[in-house]
Every structure is written in C-alpha cells, then in structure tokens.
C-alpha cells in the first residue's frame, strides 16, 4: 500500500460554507508538493450538453492553479458511462496548455451510469507505474457523478482506498447522497459534495484550491520528522517507513525486529530487515520452496562426493565406506579387495581362489575337491575328462597320457596316432586354372588335389590344407583353417570354379607369401616347428616373374614342391622347387598321369610310408639310435610323472595322519 504524503491533500477537505475568492493566477500556483490527480467525470445521457461544458471548465479552472508538470502534480482524465475512455493518462502531458487541449477535445460517450466499473479501472488501469504513478506520492481522484450508479460501488470503491486512493465524491442535482458516501474517503465531511445544479459546481472547485493552496506545515516549516511528515490544518504529525514504529519522541523510527520479537515461522535461521525477515538454513541444510522448513543436504544422493564404494551421508558433508570384503585405503576414498588366500588366512589343501574378504578351496589337475570344500582326492582323469586320446588314455596320478596301437606313433598334438610324424604340416596348393588347361583337365587337376589330401592326416591338429586358384589373378579358394577333415576338404575342392584367363605364376607365389601362411588365415605359429608346405601346379609358361618370390618362399622357410603338366617349363619348376630338386619337382606330359605323381608325392612327404610296404630298418643305424633315444626317453619321463604324482600323495596322507592327532 502506498505511503500516504497527503499534507495538503489530505487537507482537501473542501467545507460546504467555504465562500468564494479570486483564483490564483498564472503567477500565484499554490506549491502543494507532487500529487498523482484523475478526474473521472460522469458523461451519461443524462448530463446536457451545456453542463458538459460547465464541468469542462470546471476541471480547467482548478487545473490552473495547481503547479503542473512530471516533478509536481501529474494530471490524468477519465470519462464513463455504460463504458470507458480513458481520455489521457498521467504520463500523458507535463504541461498545463497540452492538458487544457486535451481536456477542450472530450466527446461525451452519452449513456448509462456504470460508476463501479469506473472505479475499478482507475484502481487497477490509471494508478499503475505504467500510466505514470509514481510510488510514494500521494493519489487522488475526483469522481463527477448527476445521478445514482447503475452498478455496485461500494465494495470496489472500498478496495481503492484500501491501496490508498483518496476518493472525493461530488454529485450534482439528481445524485444519491448514499452512493457519494459509499464511494467517498473519510471524513464524509471534508470528502463528500452535493450541489443542485452543474451552475454551483464552481464552489466546489473554490473550496479544492483553497485547501490545495494553504500553508503547508510539512514544506514551510522545519518539522524534524526522521522519515515522513505528514500535514493536518494548522498542523503536522510524523509517520515512519513500513518496517519502522515511531518513537516516543515523535519523529525518529526504530527498525521493527521481527526475529528478536519471535513474530516469525523460520525453522532454523530468521535473518531481520525493518519489518519483515527472510529465513536461511544451518550449514549442511539447504531452504525448501516454502522459504520455511529446511532439508539435510544429501551430498551422496545429489552424486557429489568421491567415494568408490559406498557414500555415507552427514548433513552437508560425506564420509566414505567399502562393500564387504574390502577395505578402505589411506586416501579414504578407494577400496582394495582383502585377499584372504594372499594373507594365508585359508584351510585349502592345495589351492585357494580369491575373493573379497572370501576364498573358496579347488585342486590341482588329476583332483577332485571332497565334500568338506577344503581338502583333495586323487581321480582317474581318463574316466572323468574328455581325454581325447585317439587310441588309449593312460592315468597317472593327477594326470595321463596318450599311448598308440602298435606301428603307430603318437602325433605332436599328443593324442592322434599315425603312421608317420611329418604327418602334421600345413599345406597350401597353387593350382594353375589358365586358359590353356582346358575344363576337362581342370577336374583331373582337382582330382590329382583330393588324391594328395587322401594321403594326409587331416585334422586341426594335423595336417591342415588350404586352396589357392590362380590365372591372370589369384583367388584363395579356402584358408588353412576352413576344413579340418579330409571330407570336408574333397567336397570343397570339387565346388571350385575354372578361373580361365592367363598364367601369373610369379603373383600366385607373392600371393602365398604374404597371405596364405598367416596365422589369422589358419598357419600355425612358426614357433611349434610345423612344416610350411606350398605346392604349385602348372601346365605352361608363367606370364610373370617367378624367381623373386619363389627365392623368398623358400627364405620363408616354406618348402616348396613343383609339379609340371603338358607345356610347363622345366627350368621354371625348378627355379620353384626346394632342395634337392629330384624330390621336389616332378613333370608329365600328360594330364591323365597326374595322379602317378600324387602316389611319389606321398613317399616325400610321410617318408616312413612306402606305397604299403613295411620297410626294414637297420637297428644300428643312427635315425634308429635316435628313434630308440626318443622313446626311452618318453617312457623315462612318464615313469618320473607318476613316482612324483605318488611323492605328493603320499605327502599328503602324511599330512592327514599328523592333524588328527
């Protein structure tokens, strides 16, 4: 509500009896100090023209003596009937002349009598900062009514002065003397007006400007009120800001403290300004919506801390904790798992397996964990894993071994037999599918293919087999690691298409070089010493160089076999085959002998083998010393596998006997 500096127009009681004087001229405005006026002047059917214009110059001979302008006294005129018109604001004009004009250009609207509606709309329409109101200075309103209002005007005239509107209500011949006092401020006397005729309307204007131009206490004279001084007739009293109360000496303030006086509903912290107070919160506490109550600042739930684990939440502040099984490191926020097997904190016969601040018992390989989850028994490997041995598991203690039929001999990967050890290669055939060899021959080719993997140990443990087709370019028909058996590999081979085209012998190799030996193709590491066989099958002259990458096939450590058909050169096959030549390049004229040269292929390859025949081996010859070496050797370390297997048990046998005494 605004503060009322109404000295001199609170002192506009304009007294009945009050005669008339000559008006302040031009050079005599009366100095009242700034006001915000509006005149809201009834223009319904019922007021005649000529007393239209008699208001009119009503309103101009008071505006004439006030002092005018945007520092002073702002102006603003409103007309009403059934509706409104808000005929200039009090922003609108800072001189009188702009007023008088504006004032001289009304239209009457000449209908009803809505007098509420009017005032509601200086309440909330011409009072406002936007249409020039200013806070702190006094408002005033003025309201020319002839007759009784159409509408309710009691409540809404009561809510203006309420937000501080000093109303004055004059009413002219046929107005309601109820009406004018239910719209008028008190005291009724100084604020409610009735002439009889628009022609006496001039007394009231005589009276406003007497009152308007008296001496002001409060401007002319040194009153001392600290804050705001406030006029009467003849007279001054002190007020206070909102905030403030009056002292006992009438014109200092004091701050009214609403904290220290307990006139407050804050939860924890009331912080005072004069007259009112806001609320805060204790540290760790944070100022809920309602400006009241305070919450806990959960600085774990909000994600605002640090902790590995687990956040322990205080009221702003947060500690850190650790799950089960761990503990929490001297930085107070990470976590370490306990291990209970590294502390020696465990009852596991042989292993303990970690978990944090937990541990579980397991056995070594050949041992199976008893029911007390602790200690172990030996087992017989053969019967409960999947051995894989190919003929015979053998179990020793915690382990076994792989033993084969006799004439057979135990493969590198220590669970297939064979026939002969250079059984487990990794082969990769380069078949010449130019145009010069004919569909026909193509499918003898294939066939002389399958015949070479029939004399194979295929598996992917053995022997593996990859297929690469060439002409004017290359094509790797399947990896190394594709097929691992010799079925698989035949049906393979006979879906293969006849390329066509021409002879890139030289490419085919760079090809086999750089891509069919890798170990993402199938290859095995070089590491395990498995032979690295390429075989090239040709039947003309190459159109390329051959000599660079066959020179570094064998550098490769790659032995290479050649096999020439029908126009093959000679001299080309042995630029590609390994040494000695005699048993690794092989020609024929003819196509239909190809799978001669498959048969002598074999006896390289497994050389232990001869076309069925057993071969008599002379028992002093070195290979057979060393053949004989190796298997003693085998035996001697199976045998020393199986005394260590029983030293351990028996160990722990000991053991046993000694914790239950």
């Known amino acids: 509500m605004k503060m009322r500096q109404l000295g001199a127009l609170c002192l506009l009681t304009l007294a009945a009896l009050a005669s008339a004087r000559p008006k302040a001229g031009p050079e005599q405005k009366c100095k009242s100090g700034p006001v915000d006026l509006v005149f809201l002047i009834d223009s319904s059917r019922s007021v005649r023209p000529h007393e239209f214009e008699t208001m009119r110059k009503f309103m101009i001979d008071i505006l004439s003596t006030l002092d005018i302008g945007l520092n002073a006294t702002r102006v603003g005129v409103v007309q009403y009937s059934s509706q409104l018109r808000n005929e200039f604001s009090l922003k609108t004009h800072a001189k009188l002349d702009a007023m008088v004009k504006g004032i001289n250009e009304i239209i009457p609207l000449a209908q009803g009598t809505m007098t509420g509606l009017a005032i509601k709309y200086i309440m909330n329409s011409a009072f406002i900062a936007e249409e020039g109101d200013r806070p702190q200075v006094p408002n005033v309103a003025v309201i020319v009514t002839d007759g009784r209002p159409q509408d309710r005007v009691a409540e809404v005239a009561a809510e203006a002065r309420e937000k501080g509107i000093e109303i004055y209500a004059v009413g002219v011949a046929r107005a309601d003397m109820a009406s004018l006092r239910a719209m008028a401020s008190p005291p009724f006397e100084d604020h409610v007006f009735l ?18 131009c008296g001496m002001d206490l409060c401007l002319e004279s040194d009153h001392g009120c600290e804050h705001i001084c406030e006029s009467s007739p003849g007279s001054f009293h002190c007020l206070c800001l909102p905030g403030y109360t009056l002292n006992e000496d009438g014109k200092t303030c004091a701050a009214i403290d609403l904290c220290a006086q307990g006139k407050h509903d804050c939860e924890q912290i009331c912080v005072s300004s004069p ?6 919160c204790n540290k760790g506490y944070k100022l809920n919506d309602d400006k009241k109550t305070c919450s806990t600042i959960d600085l774990c739930a909000e994600g605002k801390h640090d902790c590995e684990q687990i956040c322990i939440s205080a009221p702003g502040v947060f500690t850190c904790d650790c799950n089960e099984g761990y503990t929490l490191n001297n930085d107070k926020k990470t976590c370490t798992p306990i291990d209970l097997c590294a502390e020696g ?28 989850k602790k200690t172990c028994t030996n087992m017989d490997l053969c019967n409960t894993v999947e051995h894989g041995c190919e003929h015979q598991c053998v179990s020793t203690l915690g382990s076994y071994y792989c033993i084969c039929p006799e004439g057979q001999l135990l493969q590198e990967d220590g669970k297939s037999c064979g026939t002969c050890k250079s059984a487990n290669i990794d082969l990769v055939l380069l078949i010449d599918g130019s145009k010069s060899v004919r569909p026909q021959n193509f499918e003898l080719v294939k066939k002389f293919v399958n015949q070479v993997v029939d004399s194979l140990d295929v598996s992917a443990h053995g022997t593996r087999v990859g297929l690469v087709q060439y002409s004017s370019r290359v094509r790797t028909e399947f990896p190394l690691n594709m097929y691992h058996t010799a079925e698989e590999i035949k049906a393979a081979v006979m879906k293969v298409d006849y390329m066509e085209k021409g002879t890139m012998t030289g490419l085919a190799l760079k090809h086999m070089l750089e891509n069919s030996f890798l170990e993402s193709e199938g290859a095995r590491p070089s590491s395990r010493n498995i032979p690295r066989i390429g075989l090239v099958f040709t039947d003309g002259r190459s159109q390329d160089d051959i000599t660079e990458y066959a020179k570094k096939a064998k550098e490769a450590g790659i032995t290479m076999y ?20 005699e048993k690794h390049f092989y020609y024929t004229t003819d196509f239909t002998a190809i799978s001669n040269i498959a048969e002598n292929l074999k006896l390289n390859v497994c050389p232990e083998e001869s076309q069925g025949e057993i071969e008599v081996k002379d028992p002093c010859a070195c290979e057979s010393l060393v053949e004989f070496q190796q298997a003693t050797m085998s035996s001697l370390e199976q045998l020393t596998q199986k005394l260590s297997g029983m030293t351990t048990r028996l160990e722990q046998l000991e053991n046993q006997l000694l914790s239950r005494k």
């Open 562 to 581: 050649a096999v020439g058909v029908g126009k093959a050169v000679e001299d080309e096959l042995r630029v590609i085959a390994s040494e000695p030549q």
């Open 195 to 212: 002439v009889e005729s628009f022609d006496l309307i001039h007394q009231f204007g005589l009276q406003f400007q007497d009152k308007l």
């Open 345 to 372: 904190k465990h009852d596991c016969e042989q292993i303990c397996i970690s978990a944090p601040g937990v541990f579980t018992c397991d056995c070594n390989k050949g041992f199976k964990l008893n029911k007390d």
């Open 275 to 280: 007259g009112s107070f806001t609320c805060d």
